[in-house]
Protein backbone atom coordinates (compact mmCIF):
# COMPACT_ATOMS: atom_id res chain seq x y z
CA UNK A 1 0.00 0.00 0.00
CA UNK A 2 1.78 3.32 -0.88
CA UNK A 3 1.69 5.98 1.43
CA UNK A 4 -1.35 8.24 1.32
CA UNK A 5 -0.97 12.18 0.18
CA UNK A 6 -2.18 14.66 2.83
CA UNK A 7 -3.26 18.08 3.11
CA UNK A 8 -1.66 19.48 6.68
CA UNK A 9 -0.61 22.80 5.60
CA UNK A 10 -0.37 24.97 2.17
CA UNK A 11 3.05 24.08 1.37
CA UNK A 12 2.28 20.08 1.10
CA UNK A 13 1.63 20.90 -2.51
CA UNK A 14 3.72 22.22 -5.18
CA UNK A 15 2.89 25.13 -7.07
CA UNK A 16 2.97 22.85 -9.96
CA UNK A 17 0.02 21.00 -7.96
CA UNK A 18 -2.01 23.84 -7.24
CA UNK A 19 -2.17 25.71 -10.54
CA UNK A 20 -3.64 21.86 -11.79
CA UNK A 21 -5.91 22.07 -8.66
CA UNK A 22 -7.17 25.55 -9.43
CA UNK A 23 -7.80 24.86 -12.63
CA UNK A 24 -9.87 21.62 -11.74
CA UNK A 25 -11.73 23.83 -9.41
CA UNK A 26 -13.11 25.91 -12.26
CA UNK A 27 -13.89 22.92 -14.47
CA UNK A 28 -15.33 20.93 -11.18
CA UNK A 29 -17.90 24.46 -10.51
CA UNK A 30 -18.55 25.30 -13.86
CA UNK A 31 -20.22 21.66 -13.84
CA UNK A 32 -21.65 22.06 -10.80
CA UNK A 33 -23.45 25.11 -12.14
CA UNK A 34 -24.39 23.62 -15.49
CA UNK A 35 -26.31 20.88 -12.63
CA UNK A 36 -23.86 18.09 -14.66
CA UNK A 37 -23.25 14.74 -12.36
CA UNK A 38 -19.28 14.97 -11.55
CA UNK A 39 -19.32 11.46 -9.29
CA UNK A 40 -15.57 10.63 -9.22
CA UNK A 41 -15.56 9.54 -5.50
CA UNK A 42 -19.08 6.92 -6.21
CA UNK A 43 -18.85 5.00 -2.88
CA UNK A 44 -16.60 6.52 -0.72
CA UNK A 45 -16.66 8.02 2.29
CA UNK A 46 -15.39 11.17 4.04
CA UNK A 47 -15.00 11.25 7.76
CA UNK A 48 -14.67 14.96 9.52
CA UNK A 49 -13.56 15.28 13.06
CA UNK A 50 -14.38 18.45 14.49
CA UNK A 51 -13.06 19.58 17.82
CA UNK A 52 -14.37 23.11 17.16
CA UNK A 53 -17.15 24.81 15.86
CA UNK A 54 -17.60 25.34 12.09
CA UNK A 55 -20.72 26.51 9.56
CA UNK A 56 -18.41 26.68 6.16
CA UNK A 57 -15.94 24.49 6.35
CA UNK A 58 -18.28 21.50 7.69
CA UNK A 59 -21.08 22.58 4.86
CA UNK A 60 -18.33 22.84 1.97
CA UNK A 61 -16.90 19.02 3.04
CA UNK A 62 -20.38 17.82 3.69
CA UNK A 63 -21.76 18.91 0.03
CA UNK A 64 -18.82 18.72 -1.43
CA UNK A 65 -18.19 14.97 -1.01
CA UNK A 66 -21.84 14.39 -1.82
CA UNK A 67 -21.49 16.11 -4.91
CA UNK A 68 -18.53 14.18 -5.82
CA UNK A 69 -20.86 11.02 -5.15
CA UNK A 70 -19.55 9.74 -1.83
CA UNK A 71 -21.02 10.60 1.85
CA UNK A 72 -19.57 12.75 4.57
CA UNK A 73 -19.93 11.42 8.18
CA UNK A 74 -19.73 14.25 10.94
CA UNK A 75 -17.82 13.28 14.45
CA UNK A 76 -17.20 15.54 17.08
CA UNK A 77 -15.10 15.19 20.20
CA UNK A 78 -17.89 16.07 22.43
CA UNK A 79 -19.77 12.49 21.68
CA UNK A 80 -16.98 10.20 19.86
CA UNK A 81 -14.25 8.57 21.79
CA UNK A 82 -11.83 11.23 20.99
CA UNK A 83 -13.33 13.60 23.89
CA UNK A 84 -12.92 10.60 26.40
CA UNK A 85 -8.88 10.23 25.49
CA UNK A 86 -8.95 7.73 23.17
CA UNK A 87 -5.12 8.18 21.71
CA UNK A 88 -5.23 10.31 17.91
CA UNK A 89 -2.97 7.24 16.86
CA UNK A 90 -5.39 4.66 17.75
CA UNK A 91 -8.68 6.96 16.20
CA UNK A 92 -6.64 7.30 13.33
CA UNK A 93 -5.87 3.48 12.51
CA UNK A 94 -9.75 2.59 13.13
CA UNK A 95 -11.33 5.68 11.37
CA UNK A 96 -8.44 5.36 8.34
CA UNK A 97 -9.52 1.55 7.96
CA UNK A 98 -13.46 2.69 7.94
CA UNK A 99 -13.65 5.54 5.20
CA UNK A 100 -11.50 6.24 2.09
CA UNK A 101 -10.16 10.38 3.28
CA UNK A 102 -10.49 12.17 6.64
CA UNK A 103 -10.45 16.21 7.30
CA UNK A 104 -9.71 17.20 10.68
CA UNK A 105 -10.27 20.29 12.91
CA UNK A 106 -8.25 20.69 15.78
CA UNK A 107 -6.11 22.48 18.02
CA UNK A 108 -2.43 22.22 17.73
CA UNK A 109 -1.14 21.48 14.48
CA UNK A 110 0.80 18.31 15.97
CA UNK A 111 -2.37 16.49 16.69
CA UNK A 112 -3.43 16.39 13.18
CA UNK A 113 0.06 15.30 12.22
CA UNK A 114 -0.19 12.38 14.62
CA UNK A 115 -3.53 11.21 12.91
CA UNK A 116 -1.64 11.45 9.60
CA UNK A 117 1.38 9.60 10.31
CA UNK A 118 -0.83 6.56 11.19
CA UNK A 119 -3.62 6.94 8.85
CA UNK A 120 -4.03 4.68 5.74
CA UNK A 121 -6.21 7.28 4.10
CA UNK A 122 -5.26 11.29 2.46
CA UNK A 123 -5.87 13.70 5.84
CA UNK A 124 -6.72 17.28 4.94
CA UNK A 125 -6.31 20.10 8.05
CA UNK A 126 -9.86 21.62 7.87
CA UNK A 127 -8.21 24.28 10.94
CA UNK A 128 -5.79 23.76 13.29
CA UNK A 129 -4.30 26.59 15.67
CA UNK A 130 -1.65 27.07 12.69
CA UNK A 131 -3.04 26.92 9.67
CA UNK A 132 -6.06 26.86 7.62
CA UNK A 133 -4.99 25.81 4.22
CA UNK A 134 -8.41 24.98 2.86
CA UNK A 135 -9.22 28.59 3.26
CA UNK A 136 -6.33 29.63 1.44
CA UNK A 137 -6.94 27.49 -1.84
CA UNK A 138 -10.44 29.01 -1.85
CA UNK A 139 -9.21 32.59 -1.20
CA UNK A 140 -6.50 32.29 -3.76
CA UNK A 141 -9.04 30.58 -6.85
CA UNK A 142 -11.33 33.45 -5.74
CA UNK A 143 -8.54 36.08 -6.54
CA UNK A 144 -7.71 34.21 -9.81
CA UNK A 145 -11.54 34.46 -10.78
CA UNK A 146 -11.55 38.44 -9.94
CA UNK A 147 -7.92 39.59 -10.97
CA UNK A 148 -6.07 36.87 -12.57
CA UNK A 149 -2.94 34.85 -11.46
CA UNK A 150 -1.68 36.05 -8.32
CA UNK A 151 1.81 35.41 -8.85
CA UNK A 152 3.81 38.95 -8.18
CA UNK A 153 1.19 40.17 -6.42
CA UNK A 154 1.03 41.78 -3.16
CA UNK A 155 -1.75 40.85 -0.54
CA UNK A 156 -2.09 42.90 2.40
CA UNK A 157 -2.93 41.29 5.80
CA UNK A 158 -3.63 43.43 8.98
CA UNK A 159 -4.31 42.11 12.35
CA UNK A 160 -3.61 38.67 14.21
CA UNK A 161 -0.53 36.37 13.07
CA UNK A 162 -3.10 33.76 13.03
CA UNK A 163 -3.34 30.77 11.38
CA UNK A 164 -4.89 32.14 8.10
CA UNK A 165 -2.17 34.79 8.59
CA UNK A 166 0.43 31.57 8.46
CA UNK A 167 -1.36 29.90 5.21
CA UNK A 168 -0.84 33.33 3.45
CA UNK A 169 3.20 33.31 3.77
CA UNK A 170 2.89 29.90 2.93
CA UNK A 171 1.01 29.84 -0.05
CA UNK A 172 3.69 33.43 -0.66
CA UNK A 173 6.60 31.19 -0.66
CA UNK A 174 5.05 28.17 -2.85
CA UNK A 175 3.29 30.61 -5.52
CA UNK A 176 5.69 33.73 -5.44
CA UNK A 177 3.51 36.46 -4.47
CA UNK A 178 4.01 38.85 -1.70
CA UNK A 179 2.73 39.27 1.97
CA UNK A 180 2.38 42.86 3.77
CA UNK A 181 1.90 42.56 7.30
CA UNK A 182 0.47 44.53 9.85
CA UNK A 183 -0.10 43.53 13.48
CA UNK A 184 -0.04 45.36 16.72
CA UNK A 185 3.36 45.13 19.17
CA UNK A 186 3.59 41.20 20.63
CA UNK A 187 1.37 39.73 17.71
CA UNK A 188 4.34 39.92 15.40
CA UNK A 189 4.45 36.55 12.61
CA UNK A 190 6.60 34.24 13.85
CA UNK A 191 8.50 32.52 11.29
CA UNK A 192 9.13 29.22 12.42
CA UNK A 193 5.44 28.52 13.38
CA UNK A 194 4.05 29.48 9.98
CA UNK A 195 6.48 27.35 8.38
CA UNK A 196 8.27 29.04 6.09
CA UNK A 197 11.00 28.31 3.91
CA UNK A 198 12.52 31.93 5.25
CA UNK A 199 12.48 33.03 1.83
CA UNK A 200 12.13 36.64 1.09
CA UNK A 201 8.06 37.07 0.21
CA UNK A 202 6.92 38.81 3.18
CA UNK A 203 7.36 42.00 5.19
CA UNK A 204 6.08 43.72 8.22
CA UNK A 205 4.77 46.96 8.75
CA UNK A 206 4.34 48.79 12.15
CA UNK A 207 1.58 50.55 10.52
CA UNK A 208 -1.07 49.46 9.22
CA UNK A 209 -1.74 52.07 6.25
CA UNK A 210 1.82 51.26 5.24
CA UNK A 211 0.88 47.53 4.95
CA UNK A 212 -2.11 48.57 2.49
CA UNK A 213 -0.45 50.94 0.55
CA UNK A 214 -0.55 49.43 -2.96
CA UNK A 215 -2.26 46.06 -2.41
CA UNK A 216 -3.97 43.78 -4.97
CA UNK A 217 -5.83 42.19 -2.00
CA UNK A 218 -6.42 43.88 1.33
CA UNK A 219 -6.98 40.74 3.97
CA UNK A 220 -7.68 40.67 7.70
CA UNK A 221 -9.72 37.83 9.94
CA UNK A 222 -11.29 37.65 13.75
CA UNK A 223 -8.64 39.62 16.31
CA UNK A 224 -9.88 36.13 18.61
CA UNK A 225 -9.32 32.80 17.23
CA UNK A 226 -11.11 29.46 18.01
CA UNK A 227 -8.95 28.39 21.49
CA UNK A 228 -7.67 31.72 22.52
CA UNK A 229 -11.29 33.60 23.91
CA UNK A 230 -9.30 33.68 27.17
CA UNK A 231 -7.67 36.60 25.59
CA UNK A 232 -10.14 38.86 23.79
CA UNK A 233 -10.60 41.77 26.20
CA UNK A 234 -6.95 42.22 25.55
CA UNK A 235 -6.80 41.86 22.12
CA UNK A 236 -10.02 44.05 21.84
CA UNK A 237 -7.49 46.70 23.19
CA UNK A 238 -4.81 45.52 21.16
CA UNK A 239 -6.18 45.28 18.12
CA UNK A 240 -8.36 48.36 18.35
CA UNK A 241 -5.89 50.56 15.32
CA UNK A 242 -6.07 47.23 12.90
CA UNK A 243 -9.48 47.76 12.04
CA UNK A 244 -9.66 47.89 7.72
CA UNK A 245 -11.52 50.73 6.74
CA UNK A 246 -12.82 52.97 3.60
CA UNK A 247 -9.61 54.70 3.95
CA UNK A 248 -7.21 51.64 4.10
CA UNK A 249 -8.92 50.45 1.32
CA UNK A 250 -8.01 53.41 -0.57
CA UNK A 251 -4.50 53.08 0.68
CA UNK A 252 -4.89 49.76 -1.74
CA UNK A 253 -5.05 49.99 -5.29
CA UNK A 254 -7.73 51.42 -6.64
CA UNK A 255 -9.58 47.73 -7.44
CA UNK A 256 -8.55 45.71 -4.60
CA UNK A 257 -10.36 43.34 -3.46
CA UNK A 258 -11.44 42.27 0.08
CA UNK A 259 -11.13 39.19 1.53
CA UNK A 260 -12.40 37.44 5.07
CA UNK A 261 -12.57 34.13 5.78
CA UNK A 262 -15.51 34.47 7.77
CA UNK A 263 -17.12 34.73 10.63
CA UNK A 264 -16.62 38.59 10.59
CA UNK A 265 -16.97 41.03 13.24
CA UNK A 266 -18.34 44.01 12.02
CA UNK A 267 -16.82 46.75 13.89
CA UNK A 268 -13.89 45.09 15.05
CA UNK A 269 -11.36 43.69 12.41
CA UNK A 270 -13.65 45.46 9.48
CA UNK A 271 -16.05 48.14 9.03
CA UNK A 272 -19.43 46.98 7.43
CA UNK A 273 -18.73 49.45 4.68
CA UNK A 274 -16.18 47.65 3.55
CA UNK A 275 -17.07 44.14 3.93
CA UNK A 276 -20.80 45.24 2.42
CA UNK A 277 -19.41 47.10 -0.18
CA UNK A 278 -17.86 46.71 -3.90
CA UNK A 279 -14.48 45.47 -2.99
CA UNK A 280 -15.36 43.12 -1.01
CA UNK A 281 -15.65 39.34 -2.43
CA UNK A 282 -16.18 37.39 0.90
CA UNK A 283 -19.25 35.35 -0.81
CA UNK A 284 -17.34 34.37 -3.95
CA UNK A 285 -15.18 33.54 -1.23
CA UNK A 286 -16.89 31.82 0.57
CA UNK A 287 -18.49 29.24 -1.96
CA UNK A 288 -15.25 28.73 -3.39
CA UNK A 289 -14.85 26.43 -0.24
CA UNK A 290 -17.45 24.03 -1.63
CA UNK A 291 -15.32 23.59 -5.30
CA UNK A 292 -12.13 23.92 -4.16
CA UNK A 293 -12.26 21.13 -1.97
CA UNK A 294 -13.74 19.13 -4.31
CA UNK A 295 -10.76 19.57 -6.69
CA UNK A 296 -8.96 18.67 -3.48
CA UNK A 297 -10.76 15.37 -2.34
CA UNK A 298 -10.54 14.30 -6.32
CA UNK A 299 -6.56 15.18 -6.42
CA UNK A 300 -5.51 13.35 -3.08
CA UNK A 301 -7.66 10.08 -3.73
CA UNK A 302 -7.65 10.04 -7.72
CA UNK A 303 -4.13 12.16 -8.65
CA UNK A 304 -4.55 14.54 -12.01
CA UNK A 305 -7.60 13.31 -14.07
CA UNK A 306 -8.90 15.00 -17.40
CA UNK A 307 -12.11 13.85 -17.64
N1 LIG B 1 -13.84 30.15 7.29
C1 LIG B 1 -14.17 29.04 7.96
O1 LIG B 1 -13.40 28.09 8.06
O2 LIG B 1 -15.43 29.06 8.50
P1 LIG B 1 -16.05 28.01 9.54
O3 LIG B 1 -15.36 28.23 10.86
O4 LIG B 1 -17.51 28.38 9.58
O5 LIG B 1 -15.83 26.62 9.02
N1 LIG C 1 -8.64 32.41 12.76
C1 LIG C 1 -9.99 31.94 12.94
C2 LIG C 1 -10.51 31.39 11.66
C3 LIG C 1 -11.91 30.86 11.71
C4 LIG C 1 -12.37 30.27 10.43
C5 LIG C 1 -10.01 30.88 14.03
O1 LIG C 1 -9.08 30.06 14.08
O2 LIG C 1 -10.93 30.89 14.83
Not at 74 to 90: F, H, K, M
Request: proline share 4%; glycine share 6%; net charge negative.
Amino acid sequence: MSAPRHFLQFKDLSGDELDYLFERARIVKARFKSYLRHWPLQDRTLVMIFEKASTRTRLSFEAGMQQLGGSAIYLNTRDSQLGRGEPVEDAAQVISRMSDIVMIRTFEQGIIERFARHSRVPVINGLTNEYHPCQILADIFTFIEHRGPIRGKTVAWIGDSNNVCNTWLQAAEVLDFNVHVSTPPGYEVEGERAGLYGTDHFEQFADPMDAARGADLVTTDVWTSMGFEAENEERLRDFADWQVDAEMMRAAKTDAVFMHCLPAHRGEEVTADVIDGPQSVVWDEAENRLHTQKALMEFLLLGRVND
